[in-house]
C-alpha cells in the first residue's frame, strides 16, 4: 500500500491496470519518499520484446484508465525486474 496525499493507493490495482498495455510484459510499482506527498509513485516496467513506449504515451494511459491521484509520478523502462528464487519480485531493492 502506497501512502499519497492522505488516500491509500493499492500496489496490486495500479499493476493490474498498467499490465493491460499491450507493450508492457511486467509492470511493478512502489512508493518513494516524497516531501509534498508523503511518497510519490513510481512504475517499473519490462516491454515486451521489441517494443518502445515514451513517458508521455505510458502516462497518457495512466490519465485514461485510473484515478488522477493514482498516476504515476516516475517511469522506469529496464529490461528485467530482481526477483528470488520463488520468482517474487524484490520491490526494496527498486526504491
Given at each position: 500500500m502506497?501512502?499519497r ?9 495500479l499493476?493490474n491496470?498498467?499490465?493491460?498495455h499491450?507493450k ?16 510519490a ?5 519490462v516491454?515486451?520484446?521489441?517494443e518502445?513506449?515514451?513517458e508521455?504515451?505510458?502516462?497518457r ?7 488522477k491521484f ?22 526494496k531493492?527498486?526504491?
Amino acid at each position: 500500500m502506497i501512502k499519497r496525499g492522505g488516500e491509500n493507493v493499492s500496489c496490486v490495482e495500479l499493476e493490474n491496470i498498467i499490465a493491460t498495455h499491450p507493450k508492457i510484459q511486467d509492470i511493478v510499482v512502489v512508493g518513494i519518499k516524497d516531501s509534498i506527498r508523503d511518497e510519490a509513485i513510481k512504475a517499473f516496467v519490462v516491454l515486451n520484446e521489441g517494443e518502445t513506449l515514451s513517458e508521455e504515451e505510458f502516462f497518457r494511459f495512466c490519465e485514461q484508465n485510473m484515478a488522477k491521484f493514482k498516476v504515476p509520478s516516475y517511469l522506469e523502462i529496464r529490461k528485467d525486474l530482481p526477483r528470488n528464487c520463488s520468482g517474487k519480485i524484490i520491490r526494496k531493492n527498486l526504491k
